[in-house]
Each structure stands twice: as structure tokens, then as C-alpha cells.
């Protein structure tokens, strides 16, 4: 096999560094990739990527999730283009606002109502405010380890931020009902709500659905308190469930906060909250200058419409299992111990004793010189456009990686 | 004439007032306007903008701000599209991130990097995380009633946000050299910087241009504390000069923010700094989902293609003053003392002596009745759209009000 082409990531990383801090930043950097992973790509269709330098990948981020039903997808960028030969950004909101927001509260069923925002970090922040201001209360209890989002309260690297701006989270960990009732206790009567992931999609570690009786605990003492339960399903939403992804475990959230794959790309997020957040919604001001734009609610719409038409959930679940059950097979034909975790359309795949991710990254940076874009410490998302035979080709892949890889094992692995 | 129709408006706010917290939210909710404003709109090109029930209108905010060169402005619109169709929100960023962020540092004189974000409060929020970032201290000082943005820290309404998270925020008097002193004695030595937007854009209070010696003091103060200057130009930018706002006052700030014109309407916005920031930028962590997707930044290429080829800033300015000086006649003519006040391409209009805006409100309305869409006590904005005609159209609109307004005209006002 060729060397990867890689000149004109190399050389655009190179302008980037003058111009940008640190070449890159946030998420979608490539700090923590493996040496070889392309920074910068040219172009997307269904489930496929092509790099800077044209080399075509079989994408298993979707753009860290946004992408649903796979790139350009034709019902969806039909329903953008009518609204954009209408407007987008106007001097007020479009009919559409409202038919999406009655459309996002007929689908998920714990939600009477719908705010929208542009990050999935303005969502979240959203939730908590609105708990806030309901329960006149300061603490919100948080998972050790979850991601919600980046902004002051909730950003994983808090240079430049107060700790007087996270002073009032309270960490408990996830699925572990005991250590949530220490945080309920430790909140004490300025206790504001509880926020949980839909499920623990934490990096670098194995992920873990979530604990039916943990959730119920949740609802549990939110009731018990007059608190407020919040479900981040920015992440998760709609690939766990065509519903919000507690509805799976019978739990019903008072807010749950959306993003990605809402309009399959096109920038909105969303809070959703029932009757008794109704009145603390209302109270709290937020805004922002594209908040109101119509393009991303009118892909949204059609995002709603295939999911209706089309089982989504089913099929990327199926695409799932065919790869775990495709790698799990592989690495025990080469002797590799794999870790395997979440839900198997957002697939966490780590190697056991590899703490410093040498085999993972190896392995990754294998699979990509092959043509797939894994990622060897976030969880990863399946879409509708990845097919039995872009599965079959990927497994081709991970095989000769893995067998490209035995000669790096360590003797504790395997 | 004949009455103004809103059956289709007054239908779509009930469903909304169903599925949205108190019907609309934020900046875009009509609750402060007059009875009779319209909270929806079906369509818009150029300068026109069309309400949900078809009543054309000369729209004086544009999108409150991002539509700069004309709604569906062509050279942005074929950027758009020609980037939408090789991919937006992908794995990570496009070639044309590095490109935009080179033409941002070569077009504003006190940039040497960029970042991109979505809302105009990411990038405020961020100039203060790097400012603090930089310095190691928490004091931000902001002037009383500017406006920066709807996060924690700088929402105008705190609901549902703890005290805690604003603490560290000192207010000054925008303009008011001996005010900021005050303040920054009070930082004392937690004194991280000094937050100013362009010019003093305040709503429902005649707006003020920056005082020259008031921004030549910031960078003063700012220096001899080796403290961030940041000017705060979401608003303003791109309308005030082809450059940095305060670039037209000689004060180069450390940190700026930007927003809204950037991609005429398509979602981003930007902070950028000098090299001194660099390191403190390179430290913070800031995310978001679609902040790397190239359609909003082919458009903002595109924007600034189009700032290079026309002198914008000369035609808003011009546009603004035709309109400013129409109305300051027709007021004289029908005896009314209007208080017009800001930057002419961004026009705050006002009466003298009408604290509950009984006059402002009733002429807006009167005003919208014959086609013109002017905003009470908010600053409203030109577009490269705008031409004669269209400023001719609207003095023959705003002049027919003054006439219907004379019956409301109160003993103290004229």
C-alpha cells in the first residue's frame, strides 16, 4: 500500500498555524489523533469523506454526529434550498419556527414545548438557567466526567474561567445511585437539578448505557425535591431512539437538550421542556443573531419526516452490530482484546491494557491508510447512509489493520 | 389606506404561543413593539421583507444587523452554494477556514489570528476567557447598559442565573474617562480588562459615538496594567469602517469580537487578537458543533470580496444620512422634536420627551402601515440594498406618518 498522501493537509496546517491559535482548536482538532490524520477535508457524500489531499474515507464521526442520515441528503437539502430562496436570517422568525417546534413536541414525548438555540453548549446552558430560575436554587448535579458542552460552567479545560462561575455544580457519577444521593445531600435545600447524559459517552474510557434504575432514581429525587430533571441529549438524540433517549428506560426528563442531528448539519439546537418548566422558560432572557434563522428549521422538518418514513433508528442500531460483531470476531482471530462499549450506533471502540492508546491509535492510523475514519478515543456515530457493503468494505479494512498491527502488540495484550 | 392585514400573523402567534415559552423569546420577539408589528415574516430580497400575511416592507434592521449587502445577495449566495455542494458541518474543518481566517487578519489592522464561532456571545465570551486566560485575574470592566450578548455573565435579564457568575464584573460610564478610572481602581489587582463596544448602542437611549480621548484612555489603562483592551464589534462591525470600528479613532484594541455581517445573515462569528494573546487563545478550550462548517465561512469570503469591490461603508453612511436628513425636515415641518442619534447607516431614532415612547411607538406604527419597517427604541441598520429610491419611498412613508401623528402630538413635544 502507498503512503497516504498528505502534501496539502500538511501545507494548509501550516498557513493555519500563523492564523489560527494553536493550528486548530476545540473538538475538531487533531491534537489528539494520531500523527497522520488528516486536519482539514474537502468534501462529504452519504458516508463518505475526502480529505484535503483527496484520499476517500468511509466516515464513521459524521461530523462528530450531525450527520444522520448521511451527507447531502436529498430530501434534506431540498426542504433547505426552498427556505433559503425564501429567507433564512430575517428581521423575525418564519412560519417554520412554529411548525417545527409543534413537530418536535408531538415527537418527543416528555416536551410541551420548544426553544431554539444555535449550540448544542446554548441548549444545555439554557436547561440549567431554566431550572435556576424555577427552583430559585443554585446547584445542579452533574456526571464526573460528562461533556456538556464548552462554555463557562461547563467547559472540560476551564482556563480563563472563574471558579466562581462552576461553584454551584456538584458532581455525582454515572449510574452510581448512592453517589447520587451524597450529591443531593451536599446540595442541600439550594438544590436546582439534576442533568444526566442520555447515556455515559465519555472519552478515552468504555462508555456504559444507562442504569434503568438510575434513571428512575433521577425522576426520584428531582420529584422529591420540586428540582428539575434534564436529559443532554445533544449527542444521542434521535440515533437511541425516535424519541428522547430516556423513553427507552421509561423516564421522562422536565427539560432535555438537543443539537446535531436535528437538521442533519444545518446549525440549530434545541431545549424542550414540559408544562411545569413552562413559566421559568418564559422568564429567562436568551438570544442570539441567527437563532431565529428558518434554513435550519426547515431541514429540521425534513430531518422529522424521514425519520417517520424511515425506521433511522433500526437501521443504523443494524449497521452497528454488524460492525461490532465484524471487529469483535477479528480480534479475537488476531489475539486482540477489544473493548467494545456503548450503544452499538455510537460505537466506543478501545483496546483492554493499551492506557496509552499506542494499539488504538496504531490501529486507527491503519484503518485510515485503508480508507476508514475511526477514532481511537470518542465514541463514534453510524448513519442512514451507511450500507451493508460500506460495512463489509470497512471490516476488509479493519482486518488487514489488524493483522498490520500484530507485530506492535504488547505480550499483556491478546 | 386600508387596515394593515395580520390574520395569518395573529394565527401563527397562537400556535406559537402552544409549542414556544411565552411565543417568542429573545431579541425577535415582538412583546416590546407596538400592537400591529408583525412577529412573522415569509420572505425577503435586498432591502425588502415580506410579514406572514404578504404586506411588503423596507426593512430598516436587517435581521437586526446581518444582512449587509442585501438579503439573497447573489456573490454571497453562489459562494454558499457552490461550498454547500462539496459539504458544510463535516468531520473537521475545510481549506477555507484557514483562507477566512487569513483575508479576517489582512483586512482588520489589529488581528494577527482568528477563531470562529456561532453566536456573537461566543466570541464576546471568549474575549474575556482569553483576557483572563492572559492575565491570571477576573475582573472585566463593561459599561452600564451596553450590551454584550445573553450568556450567564451577560444576559440584561439574570433569571435563572447565580449572582455568583456576574460577580467579577465592574460597570463604567461608556465615554466617561474619570468613570473607567473608578473602575479600575476598584479591579485593583485582579484588573483582566476592559470591555467596549464600537460605539455606544444602547437601546431606548439616544446612542453616542465613541469619544476618541475615551478609547485612546481604555488602551492607556489597559497597557499600564498589562490588562486586554477588547472592542466588542458584533454589532457594529463592517457598517463603521473596513477595518476594526475603533480603527477610525486610532485605538487598536487587543481582543475583538465579531459577528453578524460577517456572512450576510449565513451563522458565524469570529474573535480575533494580536500576537500578545496568542498563547492565552491557545489555552482556552471553546467548542461547538457546526463552528467548523465551511458554508458560513465561503459566504464570509465572499462578504468581504464584495467590502473590497464596493465602498459599503460609503453607501450605508450616504443611505443613512439621506435618511436622517429627510426625516430631521419632515419633524421640523410637522413640529416634532425627533432625537436621531448613532452612526447614520445604524440610525437610533427617537422624540424627545416621550419617556413611555407614546410618539415613537404610534409613528412606527404608523410608519409600517405604509410599507416602512422601523424599529421604536432599538438602533436600526442600512444595507448595501438600500438605494435612493428605496430612502425616497420611505421619507414618502415617514412623512404621510408625521401627518397621521399630529393628533397625538403632545403640548410638551415640538
Known sequence: MS????????????RAA??????????????????????????????????????????YMCAYGPNLLGYHHAQVEDAAARQQ????????????????????????????????????ADSTSSCIQIARAYTGKNKILIAEGSYHGANFWSTPRPSGVPDDDRKHLIRYQYNDLASLDAAVAEAGDDFAGIFA????????????????????????????????????????????????????VGVEPDLSSWGKVLANGHPISAHLGNTRMREAAESIFITGSYWFAAVPMAAGLAVLDVLEEKDVVSHVTQMGEMLRSGLAEQAQRYGFDLVQSGPAQMPQVLFANDPDRVLGDAWCLECLKRGVYFHPWHNMFLSLAHQPDDIERTLDAADSAFKALQSLRSPTQG
Request: some cysteine; charged content about 25%; overall charge negative.
Open 3 to 14: 503512503v497516504h498522501p498528505n502534501s496539502k493537509d500538511s501545507a494548509l496546517r501550516q
Open 85 to 120: 430562496a425564501l429567507g433564512d436570517a430575517l428581521t423575525g422568525p418564519s412560519e417554520v419556527m412554529v411548525t417545527y417546534a409543534e413537530r418536535l413536541v408531538d415527537t418527543i414525548s416528555h416536551a410541551d414545548w420548544a426553544m431554539f438555540t444555535k449550540n448544542g
Open 197 to 248: 447524559t442520555a447515556y455515559k459517552h465519555d472519552a478515552f474510557v468504555a462508555n456504559e448505557s444507562v442504569d434503568p434504575a438510575f434513571a428512575r432514581h433521577c425522576r426520584k429525587l428531582a420529584d422529591r425535591h420540586d428540582a428539575v430533571l434534564m436529559v443532554d441529549d445533544v449527542r444521542a438524540g434521535f440515533r437511541m431512539a425516535h424519541n428522547g433517549s430516556w423513553s427507552s
Open 18 to 59: 500563523n492564523v489560527i491559535p494553536g493550528g486548530m482548536y476545540g473538538h475538531q482538532s487533531i491534537g489528539r489523533l494520531p500523527d497522520g490524520y488528516p486536519q482539514f477535508f474537502s468534501r462529504a457524500d452519504g458516508c463518505r469523506l475526502w480529505d484535503a489531499d483527496g484520499n476517500e474515507l468511509i466516515d
